[in-house]
Every structure is written in C-alpha cells, then in structure tokens.
C-alpha cells in the first residue's frame, strides 16, 4: 500500500506558500512604475490582444520586477490585511469557488480571480494613499517608493494570469495568512481522499 506522508503535505504546502510569498514581494521594490503607466499597457494589450509587440512589453515589465531585493518592511500588516480580507472574500472558504483553488483553465476560478484582483489593486491603492498621506504615522523614507507603486506591481503581476508559459502562478492569490491555511486545508482534504481509494482498493 502506498499512503500520502505528511512529508509529502508539508512539501506541496511549503513550496505553493514559498511562491505566493515571492509573487508578493516582487511588488515591493525600489522600481519606479506609476498606475498610470500600468493601466496604459493592459488597455494597449485588451484593444490589440495579438500584439506581440505590446506583449512582449508587459513580459519584459513583469520580469524586471523579480530582479531587485525586495523590501520587506514596506510589506505593512495592513497591506496584509487587505489581501487577506480580498481572499476570503473571493477565494476562501465560504466562496463559490473554494474547491477551484488555483484551477486556471475554469471558468469560475478565473472570473473569481478577476474580481479579487480588482479589489485588491483598488483598495491597495486606496491604502497606499493614505500611508503616505498620514501624519500621525508617517512611512519611513527608504520604504516610500516601495509602497507608492506597489499597487501598480500588484496589477501588473496578476495581468500576466494570461500567459501562463510566462508564470503560472499569476493565477493564484498573493500570499496572506488565509491562503495559507486554506490551503493546508485543501491538501489534508486530497491526501485523505487518495489515502481512502488506495486503502479500499487493497481490501
């Protein structure tokens, strides 16, 4: 008989959270992008989607962002707490789509997927603004362009869902405390099922 180990679990679980993770911290960099810009490109893209010239633009964008070290202080709690609160909303457990987790060729993970990435850039954004804004709390100055343009990041980074030859984790929610316990969640869930049709078949 063959069981699936919990070494086997702990594997899948640590390298999808290792990756989300990564996905993240690429928007927090010292790279200059603008939302303005962003937005330019993915309308440029949705008025000419064939254009291998506009994207082959966006695929060079999105690569330059995995190249500086991330700054992980301009990751604030609050910045987690909106992708959190993102997730469960349109991803987690009470959603619709909670058993699609990362299934990229449904329909209804995507259109979940496209939701959730609007609300994350919007309220991402708004949040942005007001860090940087607030003078009761003021964003230290080696974090400030980090955060100024991650919302930008954010949405440029969950565009690239479309080319999966580029990252197939695009289509899948940034990291956040919830994604990762729901996705122990999942794993336990099939390692469970697979473990009882191998035992019934051995009987």
Not at 46 to 66: F, G, H, R, V, W
Not at 90 to 104: A, D, I, N, R
Request: charge should be negative; proline fraction near 4%.
């Amino acid at each position: 008989m063959f069981f699936i180990t919990d070494t086997s679990s702990v594997k899948i679980i640590w390298h999808t959270a290792e990756t989300l993770e990564m996905m993240l911290r690429s928007c927090f960099n010292d790279i200059v992008l603008d939302m303005q810009t962003v937005s330019d490109l993915l309308k440029r893209h949705s008025k000419n989607p064939n254009n291998q010239s506009i994207i082959a633009d966006m695929k060079k964008l999105y690569e330059t962002l995995k190249a500086p070290t991330p700054n992980l202080d301009a990751i604030v709690p609050s910045i987690r707490d909106v992708l959190d609160s993102a997730f469960l909303s349109h991803l987690g457990p009470e959603s619709t789509v909670c058993y699609y987790f990362g299934q990229s060729t449904t329909r209804e993970w995507l259109g979940a997927m496209s939701e959730y990435s609007r609300r994350v850039v919007e309220e991402v954004e708004k949040l942005v603004d007001e860090l940087l804004s607030s003078s009761d709390d003021k964003v230290p100055q080696k974090d400030e362009q980090a955060i100024r343009s991650c919302a930008a990041k954010m949405k440029l980074v969950m565009a690239m869902g479309e080319f999966p030859d580029v990252d197939q984790w695009t289509n899948f929610p940034f990291m956040s405390r919830s994604v990762y316990t729901h996705l122990v969640k999942l794993t336990e869930m099939t390692s469970d099922a697979i473990n009882e049709v191998r035992l019934s078949k051995s009987i």
